[in-house]
């Protein structure tokens, strides 16, 4: 079965300043895709950025980056000029490729940024 | 485009007692999930229904959790008799079934927040 970790339960970071969140995940599958998600204290789960396994180039959605390593099975989310609104909880999240799979998530991790 | 609807946002109930939640997805969206996330942690999965037919209940706990999705549009989760222990988010889901520029991703709704007593 797939599993989805995230070691770091909460992290901390000034405004304006870099943070790393980490994720490694376990699969046999080849075909898959691997998410970040944010969920302000709303609740509501909104897409940060998404991976495709087949793709070699690293993700990129303006101040969010990934680093993918597919042999370490490793999905890094890095922050970039951290600001106030993105203090949120941070969901990894994997689902199989082909068929509509389910969305399989990990613990997350609890995101401060300090003014 | 509306998002995922769903209601009510808070319930708050007495263990024992019976409680609905639903959803409204996305137009268009054939694949409609269900999760429940309780308190600090990632949402697990429930139910998954493309269109009308639940294709992957096997995290339902069926001795007191039912759900439905008549049509194939808008959907029902209920829990009967409620436990202290179902005290918890639920969320619902929809994604397209199509590829294309989402291909992949889940879209969210609110969520209702369960309390039992």
């Known amino acids: 079965a797939q599993t989805v970790t995230q070691s770091q339960p909460e992290m901390s970071v000034q405004e304006a300043e870099t943070v790393t969140l980490s994720c490694t995940y376990d699969?046999?599958?080849?075909?898959?895709?691997l998410f970040w998600y944010k969920q302000p204290p709303s609740r509501q789960m909104i897409l940060v950025i998404r991976?495709?396994?087949?793709?070699?180039q690293n993700a990129t959605e303006n101040r969010f980056s990934v680093n993918f390593q597919k042999a370490a099975k490793s999905f890094s989310l890095k922050i970039s000029d951290s600001q106030l609104g993105d203090a949120a909880m941070y969901f990894c999240?994997?689902?199989?490729?082909?068929?509509?799979?389910?969305?399989?998530f990990g613990k997350g991790t609890k995101l401060s940024v300090k003014p | 485009e509306a998002g995922v609807v769903q209601s009510p946002r808070y319930k708050i109930i007495e263990k024992k007692q019976p409680v609905a939640f639903w959803c409204n997805p996305i137009?268009?969206?054939?694949?409609l999930y269900w999760y429940r996330q309780n308190l600090g942690q990632g949402p697990e999965l429930l139910i998954r229904y493309e269109n009308e037919e639940a294709v992957d209940d096997s995290q339902l706990p069926k001795d007191r959790f039912s759900a439905e999705r008549l049509k194939g549009v808008d959907s029902t989760l209920k829990i009967q008799p409620a436990e202290l222990g179902d005290s918890a988010v639920y969320l619902c889901?929809?994604?397209?079934?199509?590829?294309?520029?989402?291909?992949?991703?889940?879209?969210f709704g609110e969520g209702s927040r369960l309390t039992v007593l």
């Open positions: 991976q495709e396994a087949y793709k070699q």
């Open positions: 999240a994997y689902r199989r490729g082909g068929s509509q799979g389910n969305l399989i």
């Open positions: 889901a929809s994604s397209p079934s199509k590829a294309g520029p989402n291909t992949g991703e889940l879209f």
């Open positions: 699969t046999s599958e080849s075909d898959y895709y």
């Open positions: 137009s268009g969206h054939n694949t």
